[in-house]
């Protein structure tokens, strides 16, 4: 017979984590096929990305040292700009996170039911949070500290110095973050409020991202623009963000790296992570009870079909009734999914930041040629053609894995999955084909390109559109993600690495292939030459035949795929 005074068992904190560990690791191993080379692809692309942030910064930062006097100061302040904006994204990311690992996971239910303590419940779920927000971060900082402490000799002594203030920095975002879900999710039923922080974040991202441009941080790198060099020098002074963890670790790591290491910085980190957990400490235990019971409510959902959905209907009757209805039903979708719709604010944000970019390029003026006018616009396409692979593999790619277990529906269905697999390309295909023509001519109509240049580019653009939105479709149902439950997961998976080094490769060879007409017209204008119709008309048409053969053959691929799925 139990005995009502005994003790009830208490997991440690490391018992409580034993099975998300497990389950990444068997997410990881599983599917023995294939595998190894899964993991040689992502390590190969991942050093390759981490070699490309280090190059960079390492020369940016050697020319820096080489600047007496203002060289250091310029280091501290891009060092500064970089970590309040890791800080930005951070904070995003953690209220997102926060809201799944303490209020929607699946496992709460066991953990809030069972005999385990607050205080241990609440350490779990923020490192929880911790890592699922910050790994990213966290990865993209190793290329940045190391070209930091390699031009600035700082030894191996200077790894443990950046670890000792780099956790601090993730520490505190993640406790702000949850507190802020938590005092939401009391407010707002769990499952509305994460309809509501997806609007937020998104807003604020594109926000941030505004900000920073309007700033034109790259006036740092031409004093001229300045009224004297005392303003300069005084900017650059100025702390970026001074009650911010950001300006305590610039502070810190420039002072190590230039000798004297700022002490007061770190304590100031540490201090403040350690006040920041016993808050959030504090705050969960009064309030978590209420927020879990309000996150069991289930969400409402109204479906109306008001003036749009008609004048839909009307305008695709020409389609037939069973392909309308698909092409509604994507759009539905879409619409219904706050997380999905939403990141179309950050995407207009970075359209507008795009061409703000273009508009502001020195294209004028002296040394300044006819040659470097006319070219500039070509390269122009690769730009467009990575924002169009990075938009495709966000909204097109995962469209087939969304239908999750209801595919089976539709495959035991009368209907051809031709039509589906169609509706879905040309529901993915049409906005970002206007979307492509809309940016590729605004920044041609504000570079002045000459009407040749501006026809070529228009034309390119609208094969790679149909392309990348090809491959999107057949890559993300050769690699599909079903059981995902976030379908912002479902890029950045292997097929989604797939995805984005294919779509890579068709932008560069289409490129390739219209360098040396576009070439040998330019410089013909330039030069009074004549020019060469049979290059023009060899490298125009191999342009065409890729991007046609990249859009017909994946999805032929998909549909092939798809037909093998037993009804």
Known sequence: MLNPGALLPDPALLHLLTPKWLTAR???????EGRAWRFVILGFVGVLFWAF?????????RYFRGVQEIGPLLAGKLLGLILISF?????LSNVITALSSFFLAKDLDILVGGPVDWLRLYGAKLLETVVASSWMVALMSVPMFAAYGWVYEGGFAFIGFTILVFVPFLIVPSVVGSAITLILVNVFPARRTRDILSVVAVMTAGGLVMFFRLLRPERLSRPEGFRSLVDFISVLRTPTSPFLPSEWVQKSVMGYLGG?????????LWTT???????????????YPSGFS???????????AGAGAAFLRRMLAPLGVLRRELVLKELRL???????WSQLILLGVLVVVYVFNIKFLPLRGEGITFLLVNIVPFLNLVLAGFVLASIAARFIFPAVSLEGRTLWLLRSSPMSMRDLLWAKFWVGTTPLLVLALIIVGVTNYLLQVTPFMFAVSLLSITGLTFAVCGMAIGFGTMFPQFETENAAQIPTSFGGLLFMMASVAVIGGVVILEARPVYGYVSAKAFNTAVSPLEMVVGFTAAAALCIAATVLPVREALRRLEKVER
């Open 26 to 32: 068997a997410r990881a191993m599983s599917g023995s």
């Open 53 to 61: 942030i280090f190059g960079v910064l390492f020369r940016l930062l």
């Open 87 to 91: 800080f930005s994204i951070l904070l």
């Open 260 to 268: 004297t290491p700022d002490w007061l910085s770190v304590y100031m």
């Open 273 to 287: 992570a350690a006040a920041a957990i016993v808050l959030g400490a504090m705050t969960h235990r009064s309030l």
């Open 294 to 304: 309000r996150a069991q409510e289930s969400a409402q959902r109204w479906v109306r």
């Open 334 to 340: 879409f619409f219904r999914d706050t997380t999905q």
